[in-house]
């Protein structure tokens, strides 16, 4: 069977196996990490595309503060104006962080919302990607007619059956978005404005 | 012939993983929220298995004795990280759904158990086909798994809706429904083994 | 308050055998007496604490400075089981009571899923805990695993003193051993859903 052990060959072993398996890893690593990286891009592209308008060219990824913490968000612009924005937001849900993008149009109306990532009750929370009544209210929404507010707090959102806790952080989610494209200042030439500095004069 | 056929048969009922030697309970558990995910943990397993199978089988009969056990895990760990660079790739919503466990592969006892038991003693061809039967046994415990607990909890098989039904036992899809749902498939199939 | 939110939410919400499905073959398989399982806990409670400690570092400021994050999944389990033999060596010159109690466990741990998934969880993973989401520092990170491995002690000794009384009991024939101890950890499962939502 096995050869015997001693020092010299246990060593030189662990360190060839070592060596020959971090070789192919770093092989195979530098091989995939081209398609790893345009998935992830298309992944990226599909979920900021869903809550935006069509037509348009998409900036790359510009820092924001959303809801008191750093975040990112993406215009959308033709003809050299913007026309929406595409923003991450991440509040904390009933499992943990619930991360949505929302599309906020230059007028500041809520154009649609997804959820990039959760960790809700299966069944119950998990509903806000598959709950069709849930997910509809928030397309066109316009904040200045609706109150953004589950009826249980007196406004305007139906929240998901059973899970208040979960369409609360949603609607939180979506009102941080609004604010933080508001806070960009004029939105028609939002371009110009630095989103940071002026979230803090807001404040 | 036979023989070799047995290698690939044994591990669906007669030395299955999961109903009867007990291993690799933790991805059994997590992963069988539904069918689909349940056969993507077990192909995926299967992946690591034949590969390392492989792998160790070819290397063992230069492999000092006391070294043996941690050079085995660097291997498997090499093709766990392997299949995780593949996932990210080309089936990142999967990779995104079973997670932590696909690097959890490494320490799955199936893994290491066959390279220990069959591969570091066999030749290449037959630590392949035993990989495979091992891997074939495993993906179809998860499935049957996965499909009962989500025919119970989500009233959908496959991700195929049963047309007229509503939302199901939320139990069976969350942790208590995989302990339990596991425990009575193990009943079953301890009834069915006991009739033979 | 969050040091509390970490504990509460590590020990109970998200408990690492009943809601995270780790280290379940340990727990199936050394609970069958309170003795064993309390000294089992205690061994993991100490490696999974330790072995993050080190891969955290290890991590930091190794693997990604160098761009080396792909050998992640070997350097960790390298690294645990190293850490295994180490704690495994310097017990039994130090303290041969604290060898003889936890030294039958210290060689199962190193396949103990509980301690590479809790290792991987803290270097991937966002985390909340009454904060925006963030990556957990350095002490974040120990007080979590320790919190977690707490947890994994608390449902090991529960379930034991559960079997210890199943043993007495009557079961029908298939299902005795595995199966009845599996529906049993679901209700205990569903006994800590309840627990869901406070952190």
Redesign the interface.
């Known amino acids: 069977?096995?050869?015997?052990?001693?020092l010299k060959?246990?060593v030189l072993?662990?360190f060839t196996?070592?060596l020959v398996?971090s070789a192919?890893?770093a092989g195979?690593?530098a091989l995939?990490a081209a398609?790893?990286a345009?998935?992830?891009a298309q992944?990226l592209q599909q979920s900021v595309g869903a809550v935006l308008p069509e037509g348009g060219e998409l900036s790359e990824a510009k820092d924001l503060e959303v809801g008191g913490q750093p975040s990112e968000y993406y215009i959308l612009s033709e003809n050299g104006q913007d026309k929406a924005y595409a923003v991450k937001s991440t509040v904390v849900g009933f499992g943990g962080p619930l991360v949505l993008m929302v599309g906020v149009t230059a007028d500041g109306k809520v154009y649609n919302t997804s959820v990039l990532s959760h960790t809700e009750?299966?069944?119950?929370g998990a509903k806000c990607t598959t709950d069709e009544g849930f997910m509809a209210q928030w397309k066109e929404l316009d904040p200045a007619v609706k109150i953004l507010k589950v009826k249980k707090d007196g406004g305007d959102i139906d929240a998901i059956t059973a899970s208040t806790i979960t369409s609360r952080a949603y609607t939180l989610a979506v009102q941080n978005a609004i604010d933080a494209v508001k806070g960009m200042g004029d939105a028609s030439t939002g371009a110009s404005v630095k989103p940071k500095e002026e979230m803090e004069n807001e404040q | 012939m036979n023989s070799k056929l047995q290698l690939i048969t044994k591990g669906f009922v007669k030395d299955n993983p999961t109903f009867v030697l007990?291993?690799g309970?933790?991805?059994t558990?997590?992963t069988t929220?539904s069918a689909i995910n349940g056969l993507s943990m077990g192909l995926a397993t299967l992946f690591v298995l034949v590969l390392s199978n492989m792998a160790i089988s070819a290397?063992?009969?230069?492999?000092?004795?006391?070294?043996?056990?941690?050079?085995y895990?660097?291997?498997i760990?090499?093709f766990?990280?392997?299949l995780?660079?593949?996932m990210?790739?080309?089936t990142?919503g999967i990779y995104a759904t079973l997670g932590?466990f696909i690097?959890?592969i490494?320490?799955?006892?199936i893994v290491?158990g066959r390279a220990e038991a069959f591969a570091?003693?066999h030749s290449i061809g037959d630590s392949a086909l035993d990989g495979l039967g091992v891997g074939l046994g495993f993906t179809l415990s998860l499935t049957v798994l996965g499909a009962v607990r989500e025919i119970l909890?989500?009233l959908s098989i496959f991700g195929w809706k049963i047309p007229g039904t509503g939302?199901?036992m939320?139990?069976f899809?969350?942790?208590?429904?995989?302990?339990?749902c596991?425990?009575?498939l193990?009943?079953?199939f301890?009834?069915y083994l006991?009739k033979k | 308050m969050e040091i509390l939110l970490i504990i509460v939410s590590a020990i109970f919400v998200n408990n690492i055998v009943?809601?995270?499905?780790?280290?379940?073959?340990p727990f199936?398989g050394v609970s069958n007496k309170l003795s064993t399982a309390s000294g089992m806990s205690l061994a993991v409670c100490f490696v999974i604490t330790l072995a993050t400690l080190v891969t955290y570092l290890l991590n930091k400021y190794l693997l990604v400075p160098l761009g080396l994050t792909?050998?992640?999944?070997?350097a960790f389990?390298?690294v645990i089981?190293a850490l295994v033999q180490m704690v495994e060596i310097v017990l039994k010159k130090v303290s041969p009571s604290l060898y003889q109690a936890l030294g039958i466990f210290l060689p199962l741990i190193?396949?103990?899923?509980a301690v590479?998934?809790v290792a991987?969880?803290v270097v991937t993973k966002e985390f909340t805990f009454g904060l925006p989401s963030h990556m957990l520092g350095l002490g974040e990170a120990v007080l979590y695993a320790f919190a977690t491995s707490l947890g994994y002690g608390l449902a090991m000794v529960i379930f034991a003193g559960l079997r210890e009384h199943l043993a007495l009991s009557d079961v029908p024939?298939?299902?005795r051993g595995?199966?009845?101890?599996?529906?049993t950890?679901?209700?205990l499962?569903?006994a800590f859903?309840g627990f869901s939502g406070i952190a």
């Not at chain 1, 069977?1 to 001693?6: D, F, K, P, R």
């Not at chain 3, 809601?19 to 379940?24: E, K, V, W």
């Open positions: 069977m096995a050869v015997q052990s001693n060959n246990m072993c662990l196996t070592c398996c192919v890893l195979v690593y995939t398609p790893i345009q998935t992830n992944l009750t299966p069944g119950l | 007990l291993l309970m933790c991805p558990l997590a929220t290397i063992a009969p230069v492999v000092p004795d006391k070294v043996h056990i941690p050079v895990i660097v291997v760990a090499t766990v990280t392997l995780q660079f593949l990210q790739a080309y990142p932590l690097p959890l490494v320490v799955n006892c290491l570091s003693k909890g989500s939302d199901g939320l139990a899809v969350m942790a208590p429904g995989a302990f339990i596991l425990g009575y193990m009943v079953l301890n009834k006991a | 009943l809601a995270q499905f780790l280290g379940i073959c199936l792909f050998l992640q999944t070997i389990i390298l089981a190193t396949t103990n899923c590479l998934g991987i969880n024939k298939p299902f595995v199966p009845i101890a599996l529906i950890v679901g209700i499962a569903m859903m």
